[in-house]
């Protein structure tokens, strides 16, 4: 079980004390606040990987803390509240939580909606580094695959590693020089038109698929970058 820090708000001590002591009898790192501004306090100051959060809380309730979270960071909560309403919990949701339980609760339910979490955020967390996202281009790093528009295209190796060279850095403006020494790992000769044409090839095939979209701007005397 991994060390995660989870950190439990809930303003009745007997609860908090009762959550954390189960986090922690499942191999979790825990900590408690009672209000929503130490809660909210902490979660600016401190690395967590989950928040247990209840939605009564003094000074600043729940709900008001979830909103001005979502501002800043996209860690997992788990509501925890006695408020039963569907329409209570579609209006949590909707705020950012990740999900719900109501109060009498389950420790054992609680413990195993947090594993589930922790583990589709570590998913999450993986799949996103292994993807790159430009417009409607996406790249999966892993498997080596480009999709324009959700349709798969074909690029050789070298146009993979350009692609990959700019989704990496969409806002640098790539000299012919420096993408030539990238790829290559040679010296840039002035009248080499190798760079030139597998350009020319990978706009072509991510135009391709989507005519009226520009994906890979010229700057004459600067060199290239992704189109705006």
Not at 19 to 25: E, I, K, N, T
Not at 71 to 87: D, H
Request: with cysteine; glycine share 4%.
């Amino acid at each position: 079980m991994a060390n995660n820090n989870i950190l439990v708000i809930e303003d009745d001590k007997e609860i908090n004390h009762l959550l954390c002591q189960s986090l922690r009898s499942n191999g979790y790192l825990s900590k408690s606040a009672y209000t929503g501004i130490h809660g909210l306090e902490m979660l600016k100051n401190e690395e967590f990987e989950m928040v247990l959060l209840d939605i009564m809380l003094p000074y600043k309730s729940g709900d008001a803390l979830l909103k001005e979270l979502r501002t800043f960071s996209n860690i997992p909560v788990l509501v925890i509240s006695a408020k039963e309403t569907t329409q209570s919990k579609i209006d949590l949701l909707r705020l950012g939580a990740d999900d719900y339980i109501t109060k009498p609760f389950d420790i054992d339910e609680v413990i195993a909606r947090i594993e589930a979490n922790l583990r589709r955020n570590q998913l999450n967390v993986v799949d996103q580094s292994q993807k790159l996202v430009f417009k409607d281009i996406e790249f999966d790093k892993a498997a080596k695959q480009v999709y324009v528009d959700g349709q798969e295209i074909t690029l050789t190796a070298t146009e993979m590693k350009i692609l990959e060279l700019f989704l990496l850095q969409p806002q640098k403006v790539f000299s012919k020089a420096n993408l030539f020494e990238s790829i290559w790992n040679e010296e840039y000769t002035i009248d080499d038109n190798t760079l030139n044409v597998h350009i020319s090839r990978l706009r072509h095939k991510l135009k391709k698929v989507n005519p009226n979209e520009e994906y890979i701007e010229t700057l004459w005397g600067l060199g290239y970058r992704l189109a705006k």
